[in-house]
């Protein structure tokens, strides 16, 4: 363990602006931080200085090698490693990094998923420097955070919508900002605090289940005799090897400039969580791709595995991520914070609608971005928020609400009827009932809590949505009051008009009773998509496709692609669990049954030679049942077999993912349910995968 002190460890891998204050030259400084903030366009000769600093500073931390570091739409970072040598003449080398190497880096982008955007001849992409967010030494390899396009400019990747979306929203919002007379804010950004669930297991036991290894869940496995019925895992002490792996894992993120905060464990045994202190949205998502990285890599050194699928166990907690998002101005106002003054509190509250408006009307995008196989398992069961999306105000703030649309006194205001920019807003407390985790969507005071997102998911794409979502109905506001006679009128209608349109959205009951199911599909029309193939191709529904290009965080071909390649990814995921569980329901469940009659039938053979009147109730009995469950592994084997290649037979991908959805997925789970009721009556001895109990409770 270091003995470093956190502060003197905090941030020493990050080539942050404490390093670049102390390395650059005032001028190269000044131009890289107007860069950072402002976009503005970085001069060739700034980017060479800069280049020469950061090679400097890498050196000197002992790296040898550069990558360009970047978000394709497998899921997953790229990076290709070069190393800083050049051949100088005497035989030797020197180490070299060049402006251009910062800037730009040409990674073949063939195997990486495009869509069809790219023609095959045309194989290159290109990655470009996001000075945004800081690069940072990773094994010895200074990693530059880019993003990645292709050579006709489409994005291949999920930063550079992110980016477009965020300056969509600061254009808006410093719109409307405007009308209130704050010409102070330079710009808008929107920050994210995403929490982080995993399940933690011992390497050996994952080395004894090849559907971990190769599907990150299991596909088999009966309930073990305690689960997380008792409550006891919730916040309960940190087990020594859990606590260990945090301590270690905490390090590691503070040295990348990480601000891992918060470590407990969740409800589900072997289910643990980390949040760090929230940041700009770009930063979060690119230091939550690490964390989830570093995870991995810390919990091997400990001899652990780091589950970061969305379902790992079934009937036990599924793990996923909350996306804690507020908008905020460089002069440090929270724009979702309530104010003191009237015209504060009139800015608050349209900001509110804003989102409130957004999330109604694009519904389909906050679900559709948070659409994976994984993730299928966890929206709509039990334990997680609904597949519909709705949002939570909290009762006070609905009942403020309600008044202006009703134009009815609010009891919190002196009776008084509120007319806003000129009344102060009543004080309300945040309200405690935001513990109600039923919500996919909840305001926590001064931020929105999107709690649909899976723990594997990149919240890139939950933000670029929501981003884009809020810019458009920032841009219905400024444009229509912009052109208002009677600025205040215009904005007291147009947040009356707001609740009264959008007020199907907001619900503050339980999210997991069904009767909320039939009241929000049928009486209020918002969408219930279960699955990934059932949402996925609404991205390109008219009004997404307009709003997303009209505030160019994607083009057209960009959008058509991204459903083939989403839909492509679900596809390939659900395969490889189906094939997965092919191979071990022949090879390793049907043999282990057989394991166990044998032994029996062996052991009857046994006893009627001793003893020839014996009964052999039991044996018999189990046997019977075996038989029958075996059957049942061994048609549902054939008929998933089948299942696979009819949907491979499939001419195109919304019909392939129908196919899986429909027909392979069902195959699995009349496999597993068979195979699952075997594994309590087969020996422990005949069974050949570690049970539920080894494995939730394997970490000591
Ligand atoms: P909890 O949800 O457990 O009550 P908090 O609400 O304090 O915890 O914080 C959860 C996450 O929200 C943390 O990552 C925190 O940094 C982040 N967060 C707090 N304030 C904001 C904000 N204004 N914008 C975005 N994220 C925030
Ligand atoms: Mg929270």
Known sequence: METKSVPEMFGENVFDDRVMRAVLSEDVYQSLRKTIDEGAKLDTKVAEQVATAMRDWALSKGATHFTHWFQPLTGVTAEKHDSFIEPSPDGGVIMAFSGKNLIQGEPDASSFPTGGIRATFEARGYTAWDPTSYAFIKDKTLCIPTAFCSYTGEALD??????????????????????????????????????????????????????????GRTLFGAKAPKGQEMDDHYFGVIKPKVQEFMNDLNQELWKLGILAKTEHNEVAPAQHELAPIYSSTNIATDQNQLMMEIMQKVAARHGLVCLLHEKPFAGVNGSGKHNNWSMSTDTGINLLSPGATPYENAQFLLFLCAVIKAVDDYQDLLR????????????GANEAPPAIISIFLGDELTAILDAIENDTPYAGAEKKIMKLGVDVLPRFARDTTDRNRTSPFAFTGNKFEFRSLGSSNSIACANM??????????????????????????????????????????????????AWVKEATEVRGLSNYKTTPDCMPHLLDEKNVKMLTAHKVFTEAELKSRVDIMLENYSKSVLIEANTMLEMSRRM???????????????????KAVAPSVACAYEGD???????????????????????????????????????????????????????????????????????????????
Not at 482 to 510: Q, S
Not at 589 to 607: F, M, Q, T
Not at 645 to 665: F, M, P, Q, T
Request: net charge negative.
């Open 158 to 215: 999920k930063k550079t919508p992110l980016l477009r979306s965020m300056e969509a929203l600061n254009k808006q919002a410093l719109r409307i900002l405007k009308l209130f007379g704050n010409e102070d804010a330079k710009y808008v950004h929107t920050s994210v605090g995403p929490e982080q669930e995993y399940f933690l297991i011992t390497k050996e036991m994952y080395d004894k289940r090849p559907d971990i290894k190769y599907t």
């Open 622 to 700: 189990i046997i019977a049942k075996l038989s029958d469950l075996a059957d049942k592994v061994y048609a549902g084997a054939n008929e998933l077999e089948k299942a696979i290649s009819a949907a491979n037979g499939e001419s195109d991908i919304i019909a392939e993912s129908l196919s899986i959805k429909d027909n392979v997925i069902t195959a699995m789970n009349d496999i597993r349910k068979a195979a699952d009721e075997a594994e309590t009556y087969v020996s422990k001895e005949c069974w050949p995968l570690p049970s539920y109990g080894d494995l939730l409770f394997s970490v000591k």
């Open 368 to 379: 559709l971005a948070v659409a994976t196989a994984g993730n299928d398992h966890r929206l």
């Open 589 to 607: 469940i049907l043999p282990a049954i057989e394991c166990y009659e044998n032994k029996l039938a062996g052991a009857v053979a046994a006893k």
């Open 465 to 514: 949505m929501l981003n884009a979502a809020v810019a458009e109905s920032l841009k219905i506001y400024a444009d229509r009051l912009e052109g208002a006679e009677d600025f205040e009128t215009a904005l007291h209608d147009m947040i009356k008009k707001t609740i009264k349109d959008h007020k199907r959205i907001l619900f503050n009951g339980n999210g997991y009773d069904d």
